[in-house]
């Protein structure tokens, strides 16, 4: 999925009509501008998981998002689990208060902004709103805080049950995050109803730190749409994949051509953990309330990349990856595994200033 990112006005307008993605290693959040993507999530009225990292090396602290995106034509996720890939270090049991990272939540009419913190996992043990979504003790809870937006000037506050897996769980990850979400119109284990179907979920966690093996790391979310009284629903349970080659780079260089008003851009695609031929590259130009896809290509057989057709206005321009197909290997959740994606990686980015014409 096409990410650039940027908090703004057109980009939030852009989420609350269902052009939601996840975030670039260069921005906060965003929208997802390339026709062909957009095209292919209406086609597959299917939620899809993105994820991308700040900073895709081995063995760093890095933000790393994840981005669950609803299309219209979906049925509500009532329940989420997240499958934290074996390898990456993360403390579900973190002391009450601490801060570990930032939330976005897009209905179709509405958005809002928030925290995402610790708090005491004893707190949730005999609330029936815990015990109906996942039940027993945790590890950990944190919760996305929602202050900041809209939803008709409500507060929302969404628990995040954190627990190492154990048995046969242990193939899907290391740790699980169990969630569930607000539906529009039925009271739920994820609180009280908004008014509005879910679109999207972004989370931008802080506290993670990637592997330090070469590999490519499989993130996993089973969602489960709600039954008729509002609660999860295990039968109706299909699963979303990202995969996140480690380690990952994507440069972008510009050369510009003498005399002309006119520059071409080119770069390259790094990973040892995954393919590097045929991947679809994206160019974007900042604007002021968000970023502009101007063109696409494909890498060739190295992984390097030329967009064919020079850009000819100034501004900062920025590169970057993202792949969406079908899933690699069975699953065991009921529904199976409806779409598997591949992280974003984005380039530095890089400023064209022509002289103006006189």
């Known amino acids: ?90 403390n579900p049991s973190a002391s009450p208060g601490t801060r570990g990272g930032d939330v976005l939540m897009a209905t179709a009419s509405d958005f809002a902004f928030g925290d995402l913190k610790a708090v005491d996992p004893a707190a949730y043990v005999n609330t029936p709103q815990a015990q109906a979504c996942a039940p027993g003790t945790h590890a950990g809870v944190w919760i996305m805080d929602f202050t900041d937006g809209l939803f008709s000037s409500q507060t929302v506050t969404v628990p995040i049950y954190i627990d190492p897996t154990s048995g046969d769980e242990t193939a899907l990850g290391a740790y699980k995050l169990q969630t569930c979400l607000p539906l529009a119109h039925t009271g739920s284990p994820g609180g009280w109803p908004l008014g509005s179907r879910l679109r999207g979920l972004v989370m931008e966690l802080t506290r993670i730190t990637n592997p330090v093996s070469t590999a490519n790391y499989v993130w996993r979310a089973f969602v489960s749409n709600p039954d008729a009284n509002g609660n999860p629903d295990p039968a109706a349970t299909y699963e979303v994949r990202s995969d996140m080659p480690l380690p990952a780079s994507l440069t972008l260089v510009k050369r510009s051509v003498r005399n002309r008003h006119r520059a071409m851009l080119s770069g390259r695609l790094a990973t040892p953990a995954a393919p590097i031929a045929g991947i679809t590259v994206t160019l974007y130009r900042r604007r002021p309330f968000g970023w502009q896809s101007v063109a696409s290509t494909r890498t060739q057989a190295n992984g390097s990349y030329r967009f064919p057709r020079p850009v000819t206005k100034s501004g900062t321009y920025g590169a970057e990856i993202a792949e969406t197909g079908a899933c690699n290997g069975a699953s065991t959740a009921p529904l199976g595994c409806v779409v598997e994606t591949r992280a974003a990686v984005d380039s530095r980015n890089v400023r064209v200033v022509f002289p103006r014409s006189r």
């Open 1 to 90: 999925m096409n990410v650039k990112l940027l908090f703004g006005a057109s980009a939030l307008a852009a989420v609350c009509a269902g052009w939601f993605a996840g975030a670039g290693a260069t921005a906060g959040y965003g929208v997802r501008t390339n026709a062909d993507s957009v095209q292919a999530a209406a086609a597959v009225p299917q939620a899809e998981l993105d994820t991308w990292s700040a900073k895709p090396v081995l063995g760093a602290k890095a933000m790393t998002g994840v981005a669950l995106s609803i299309p219209a034509g979906a049925a509500e996720a009532g329940k989420v689990t997240l499958y934290v890939p074996a390898g990456y270090g993360l």
